[in-house]
């Protein structure tokens, strides 16, 4: 067998987007919110649901958007899982926030909804949770208890596009969602994002807070004759040609998950003799869930064999990564931030990743050369 080179991510390009871009770059439209980004907040719109979808920079700028919208002030908790992208806690702690992580669950490594209820103090003010690998968290369950509480529930939606549960699509389940395009997601536009909000109050604020604290939106629109300071605010929209670029892409979002889910299917279904061979665990989807393939991870049984898998596939030219390192155990965490109980799960899952490469392109004779070198090397001994 010939040594290959197989890139963990490539991105996928549908060929409209340079197409868009010299639209724009042709019709002088080079600041934001401009018919690109139009185009855009219709489709998240039309697709989820939601009242009110805005692009951002990125799935970061959406996160503290959110924060903002919920007026998070010094000493407010989260609830949130370790097991996630800093940005989940960075937002909150941008504004005074602390957060509070609770363990994951074994099979979705979601936030463990059991758990989340014990963790709610009197300073509790929200709960944001991160649908991982673009498998949905137990979100009944969480709405029922946030609603117990009166508390607002986040979707960190950054690996979600597309993705549902019980029929309805991720970042548009909770008050607020948040949606990453960065180049390593499923529908990119190099860095980008988008907020999506549920409640109309709520809509009209997070226009005023993406434009500088200004009511600029409702000028444009011709609502008001000028437009002046109305709250703290920042610059969280993304200029008209990274909006060209994203609108080529959500064109073609179904045809892009369906790749993904092909390639998925595949690993999965060679993977079930690994798993019956004690080799490996593979992702859990709960029926409920219309996962997107954001992701393909599998879960060593032994955490100490790691490297070696990685370092057995980089030498035949396969890249591999693992993550996250747990929030509560990073520098960051420590810092900002504290776990509730034990996190147990979340140790031992973190140590046991692996990430294999999923990408529009890669090619069945790629993945059974993948397949196969993982399967000589976890049957080594
Ligand atoms: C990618 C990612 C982010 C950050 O997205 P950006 O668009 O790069 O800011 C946040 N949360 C999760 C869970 C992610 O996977």
């Known amino acids: 067998m010939t040594n290959r080179k197989i890139a963990f991510n490539w991105p996928y390009m549908t060929g409209k987007e340079m197409q868009y871009i010299a639209q724009s770059h042709a019709d002088g439209r080079l600041a934001g919110d401009g018919p690109f980004t139009k185009l855009?907040?219709?489709?998240?719109?039309?697709?989820?649901?939601?009242?009110?979808?805005?692009?951002?920079?990125?799935?970061?700028?959406?996160?503290?958007?959110?924060?903002?919208?919920?007026?998070?002030?010094?000493?407010?908790?989260?609830?949130?899982?370790?097991?996630?992208?800093?940005?989940?806690?960075?937002?909150?702690?941008?504004r005074g926030g602390v957060p509070v992580f609770v363990d994951i669950r074994e099979d979705t490594l979601n936030i463990d909804e059991r758990l989340i209820e014990a963790a709610i103090t009197p300073r509790t003010r929200a709960i944001a949770v991160m649908h991982y690998a673009g498998v949905s968290c137990e979100m009944d369950t969480i709405l029922q208890i946030a609603r117990a509480?009166?508390?607002?529930?986040?979707?960190?939606?950054?690996?979600?596009?597309?993705?549902?549960?019980?029929?309805?699509?991720?970042?548009?389940?909770?008050?607020?969602?948040?949606?990453?395009?960065?180049?390593?997601?499923?529908?990119?536009?190099?860095?980008?994002?988008?907020?999506?909000v549920a409640d109309p109050k709520m809509a009209r604020r997070a226009e005023i807070i993406r434009e500088k604290g200004t009511d600029r939106s409702r000028f444009f629109r011709g609502e008001v004759d000028k437009y002046t300071w109305q709250e703290v605010g920042s610059s969280f929209l993304p200029g008209e040609l990274t909006a060209a670029f994203l609108w080529a892409q959500l064109e073609e979002a179904d045809r892009i998950t369906a790749s993904r889910l092909e390639i998925w299917d595949r690993y999965h279904t060679q993977f079930a003799a690994f798993e019956r061979d004690g080799l490996l665990r593979r992702p859990v989807v709960p029926a409920e869930c219309g996962h997107?393939?954001?992701?393909?991870?599998?879960?060593?049984?032994?955490?100490?064999?790691?490297?070696?898998?990685?370092?057995?596939?980089?030498?035949?030219?396969?890249?591999?990564?693992?993550?996250?390192?747990?929030?509560?155990?990073?520098?960051?965490?420590?810092?900002?931030?504290?776990?509730?109980?034990?996190?147990?799960?979340?140790?031992r899952q973190s140590q046991s990743l692996i990430r294999l490469p999923i990408w529009v392109g890669l090619t069945p004779s790629d993945q059974d050369y993948i397949v196969e070198h993982l399967g000589m090397l976890l049957r080594k001994n």
């Open 292 to 347: 997107n393939a954001h992701m393909y991870y599998i879960l060593l049984p032994q955490h100490q064999k790691r490297q070696e898998v990685i370092d057995g596939l980089k030498a035949v030219g396969v890249s591999v990564v693992f993550h996250y390192v747990p929030l509560h155990t990073s520098p960051g965490g420590l810092k900002y931030g504290r776990p509730h109980g034990q996190l147990s799960v979340t140790d």
């Open 40 to 94: 855009c907040h219709q489709w998240i719109e039309r697709s989820t649901g939601c009242c009110k979808a805005l692009l951002t920079h990125s799935c970061t700028a959406a996160l503290e958007m959110a924060a903002m919208l919920l007026d998070i002030r010094p000493g407010d908790e989260i609830i949130m899982p370790s097991y996630t992208f800093v940005s989940t806690a960075n937002a909150f702690v941008l």
């Open 149 to 196: 509480h009166g508390l607002p529930v986040i979707e960190d939606a950054a690996q979600g596009v597309t993705a549902t549960y019980k029929g309805r699509t991720l970042g548009a389940i909770g008050d607020i969602g948040a949606y990453s395009f960065h180049e390593t997601k499923n529908v990119i536009s190099g860095e980008g994002g988008a907020l999506l």
